[in-house]
């Protein structure tokens, strides 16, 4: 059994009876929407994001409508912002499969991906889930702030350390504190819980992102060597933005002269991936990642001790373990 399928054994049943329901909140009588919902129905991951909802409920009570109105809710404008994301970066693949704008061109993508939004706002506002409505909502809004800063902010290829976590909590963590805060307030009113899983899943966001950045410095089963691909797109992230701001003033220039002005040559990568090891930037990185990690472990010792419980801390634990 995978470590995925370990964690969501205390909520197998409830993420089965979600695969329904989220096809249920699809649902059109347009043609060509069944055929592209269906296609991304196919193509779905690990759906970690329900699994921080209903794993947050259980833990504080009993799973019921509202959590799974709360699950929908979030992976519907979740999906809905990856197509959008995929049509803004021109991106023709995501998770292995050509991405809608690959197939039905960004036209209809765009228009998908507001069709997803707008199936979001009517499920919360069918069943009265306006808390919940309001929580997402928040996210999305911030996601949009976290994307549209770091582009003002790349283009002057300047991000400070302060800036870049400012960027990785809009733009991912906040979607994960929605899903852990969401899954509180289906089960209860109690504001303290919902502010405490909101934090935690701040935390579990901060550290997924900077496991993510650390990726593009590791090196690939494949070839061997790190792909680099944030290097090549000019993105200063963690392990760089550490290492450039420990670096004597002339190196620091050379560096970012690379990026800035260089071609992305297998060389001028290797370079780059150097000079964050020499300047302890990857360390930085994986003592911060593990920091937060340490936070949001903490924060659930205030909650009842369940199977709950023990599988978001396996959750947290594969965040930042996790090969992909």
């Given at each position: 059994?995978?470590?995925?399928?370990?964690?969501?054994?205390?909520?197998?049943?409830?993420?089965?009876?979600?695969?329904?329901?989220?096809?249920?909140?699809?649902?059109?009588?347009?043609?060509?929407?069944?055929?592209?919902?269906?296609?991304?129905?196919?193509?779905?991951?690990?759906?970690?994001?329900?699994?921080?909802?209903?794993?947050?409920?259980?833990?504080?009570?009993?799973?019921?409508?509202?959590?799974?109105?709360?699950?929908?809710?979030?992976?519907?404008?979740?999906?809905?912002?990856?197509?959008?994301?995929?049509?803004?970066?021109?991106?023709?693949?995501?998770?292995?499969?050509?991405?809608?704008?690959?197939?039905?061109?960004?036209?209809?993508?765009?228009?998908?991906?507001?069709?997803?939004?707008?199936?979001?706002?009517?499920?919360?506002?069918?069943?009265?889930?306006?808390?919940?409505?309001?929580?997402?909502?928040?996210?999305?809004?911030?996601?949009?702030?976290?994307?549209?800063?770091?582009?003002?902010?790349?283009?002057?290829?300047?991000?400070?350390?302060?800036?870049?976590?400012?960027?990785?909590?809009?733009?991912?963590?906040?979607?994960?504190?929605?899903?852990?805060?969401?899954?509180?307030?289906?089960?209860?009113?109690?504001?303290?819980?919902?502010?405490?899983?909101?934090?935690?899943?701040?935390?579990?966001?901060?550290?997924?992102?900077?496991?993510?950045?650390?990726?593009?410095?590791?090196?690939?089963?494949?070839?061997?060597?790190?792909?680099?691909?944030?290097?090549?797109?000019k993105k200063f992230t963690l392990p760089l933005i550490y290492a450039l701001e420990e670096a004597p003033k002339k190196e620091k220039k050379r560096i970012v002269s690379i990026v800035k002005n260089g071609k992305a040559t297998r060389k001028s990568v290797a370079e780059v991936i150097a000079f964050t090891q020499k300047y302890r930037g990857l360390d930085f990185a994986k003592e911060t990642m593990n920091d937060y990690a340490k936070k949001a472990k903490l924060i659930l010792q205030d909650f009842p001790d369940n199977e709950a419980r023990t599988s978001l801390i396996a959750l947290v634990d594969y965040t930042i373990?996790?090969?992909?």
């Amino acid at each position: 059994m995978s470590a995925v399928e370990t964690i969501k054994n205390p909520i197998k049943a409830e993420m089965e009876a979600f695969e329904k329901h989220f096809k249920q909140s699809m649902k059109s009588t347009v043609p060509l929407l069944t055929i592209i919902t269906n296609y991304i129905l196919r193509r779905k991951g690990k759906q970690m994001r329900p699994m921080f909802v209903f794993l947050t409920a259980k833990m504080l009570g009993t799973i019921n409508n509202s959590t799974y109105t709360a699950a929908s809710l979030v992976e519907l404008l979740h999906t809905a912002t990856l197509i959008h994301d995929d049509v803004v970066d021109e991106s023709y693949q995501r998770r292995g499969f050509f991405s809608i704008n690959a197939l039905w061109k960004s036209k209809i993508a765009v228009l998908m991906g507001d069709y997803l939004l707008a199936k979001g706002l009517l499920l919360s506002v069918d069943n009265n889930e306006f808390d919940l409505l309001r929580i997402v909502s928040n996210a999305v809004k911030e996601m949009s702030e976290g994307e549209l800063l770091q582009i003002q902010k790349s283009r002057k290829l300047n991000l400070t350390r302060e800036q870049y976590f400012d960027i990785i909590r809009k733009k991912t963590a906040t979607l994960i504190a929605a899903c852990t805060a969401c899954g509180a307030r289906s089960i209860e009113d109690n504001e303290e819980h919902i502010s405490k899983m909101s934090t935690f899943g701040t935390y579990v966001g901060m550290a997924f992102q900077i496991k993510d950045d650390l990726f593009d410095y590791e090196p690939k089963s494949v070839t061997g060597k790190p792909s680099g691909n944030d290097i090549k797109e000019k993105k200063f992230t963690l392990p760089l933005i550490y290492a450039l701001e420990e670096a004597p003033k002339k190196e620091k220039k050379r560096i970012v002269s690379i990026v800035k002005n260089g071609k992305a040559t297998r060389k001028s990568v290797a370079e780059v991936i150097a000079f964050t090891q020499k300047y302890r930037g990857l360390d930085f990185a994986k003592e911060t990642m593990n920091d937060y990690a340490k936070k949001a472990k903490l924060i659930l010792q205030d909650f009842p001790d369940n199977e709950a419980r023990t599988s978001l801390i396996a959750l947290v634990d594969y965040t930042i373990n996790r090969k992909k």
